[in-house]
């Protein structure tokens, strides 16, 4: 099991609410990045955190952003919600750098209804 | 477009079957293609590939790359009922961005 922890594991919301997923990322790793599953697809990639920093962003639209607290640990923030963004919502932390890899969070299924 | 592609997308095997998995990648400043075991929601690292040609192996499971073919596979020997899980592929762009397949499901019966 990673050191990776996300909260809250399970959510409902209604469409046209706001959302706020947390993570605690690994001991010593200073990059959150977050990811988007739908049921049956590969993780898709919302952006990345670095340093209290966006250090790159996906193909999703700015209703959907995020925050990088001093102690690395992270928010993703969702407004608006509509049906689509019912999915798993994955935090991976890491060490800064060009080869190293990703430990994944368990995850917040997000519902929205 | 950047993609990642697996196959096949499912597979059933029995106990003590041996098992490739295969992954194809077209990703701009490739930097390295990386192996996930998914068995319920947090994707489980296995490898890092980063060099053409070099097998990294851990227990019955290995994985080559081939930057010829944009390629990689992953074998699994022996296979076991706890090898039951969603395998994921991922390239790398850069420092950040990770680009995934949609995953290989196996499912190995008893």
Redesign the interface.
């Known amino acids: 099991?990673?050191g990776?922890t996300q909260s809250p594991t399970h959510l409902i919301k209604t469409r046209g609410q706001q959302v706020t997923l947390r993570c605690s990322s690994q001991s010593g790793h200073n990059?959150v990045?977050w990811?988007q599953q739908a049921l049956?697809?590969?993780?898709?990639?919302i952006f990345?955190y670095?340093r209290e920093e966006e250090?790159?962003r996906?193909n999703f639209p700015p209703r959907f952003s995020g925050l990088q607290f001093p102690n690395y640990s992270s928010e993703l923030n969702v407004n608006a919600l509509e049906l689509d963004d019912s999915a798993?919502y994955?935090c991976?932390s890491s060490l800064?750098?060009?080869?190293t890899?990703?430990?994944?969070?368990?995850?917040t299924?997000l519902t929205v209804v | 477009e950047d993609k990642v592609v697996q196959s096949p997308l499912s597979l059933v095997v029995h106990e003590g079957d041996t098992v490739t998995l295969n992954c194809s990648y077209e990703v701009t400043n490739f930097r390295s293609l990386l192996w996930y075991k998914q068995e319920k929601k947090a994707p489980t690292f296995l490898f890092m590939l980063t060099s053409s040609g070099i097998e990294k192996k851990s227990g019955r499971l290995s994985s080559i790359l081939d930057k010829k073919e944009l390629s990689s596979i992953l074998n699994i020997t022996a296979t076991q009922t706890g090898d039951s899980a969603i395998y994921l592929c991922a390239g790398t762009s850069g420092t950040y961005k990770y680009i995934f397949g949609t995953g290989t499901r196996l499912k190995v019966l008893a």
């Open positions: 099991e990673t990776v990059t990045s990811y049956g697809q590969g993780p898709q990639f990345q670095y250090n790159g996906g798993l994955l991976a800064e750098g060009q080869y890899e990703a430990f994944f969070g368990q995850g299924r």
